[in-house]
Structures are given as C-alpha cells and as structure tokens.
C-alpha cells in the first residue's frame, strides 16, 4: 500500500516536502524536495495551500512527518507520511 500510494502521490505532482531541520536538510536531502521544518508548517500554511498539490511529508524517521501530515490535513491539504527520507528516496528511485 505504501510504495503504491507514493506512486499514486508522485504521478500527481506530489510536493517532497522535509520538515527536518535547516541542518539535517543540509546534510542530507531527496533531491526536488522542499524544507519547511515542523516547527515553521503552520505558520506556512498559506505558503503550502498555494502549491496546490498533494503532499509528501519525511524526516528522518517518520514521527516529525507524521505530525506534519496531520496538520496538513486539517487545513484540507492532501497529504501523507513518506517516513524517513531515506527510505522514501530508495521507494522514488525504484
């Protein structure tokens, strides 16, 4: 369900967006995607409802972006949990 649901999300235009810190993004990050960290998402909210597309949430485990997805939600944005980035990279490169 995962790996066929980011695919549904990807061939839809979904929007990568890394909600780990400046830092951690830095170091490390899939390629394309946005970072907004998860202390900064509602207080963007504007700023993500203009792109207009689904969104893919990570971090570098899966809890931040859990938390993310949640709060997307309920401002109406389609969204889901992409876990850690890692991970998520290898299912988008498949």
Aim: charged share 30%.
């Amino acid at each position: 369900v995962y790996k066929r649901q980011v695919q549904e999300f990807k061939d839809r235009g979904a929007v990568l967006l890394d909600v780990r810190s400046k830092l951690e993004f830095k170091a490390g990050a899939i390629k394309g995607a946005k970072n907004i960290p998860l202390e900064q998402v509602s207080r963007r909210m504007s700023e993500i409802q203009k792109w207009g597309k689904p969104v893919i949430c990570y971090c570098r485990s899966g809890m931040r972006s859990g938390t993310a997805t949640s709060i997307l939600k309920r401002h109406g944005i389609e969204a889901m949990n992409g876990g850690g980035w890692q991970r998520l990279n290898e299912r988008l490169s498949e």
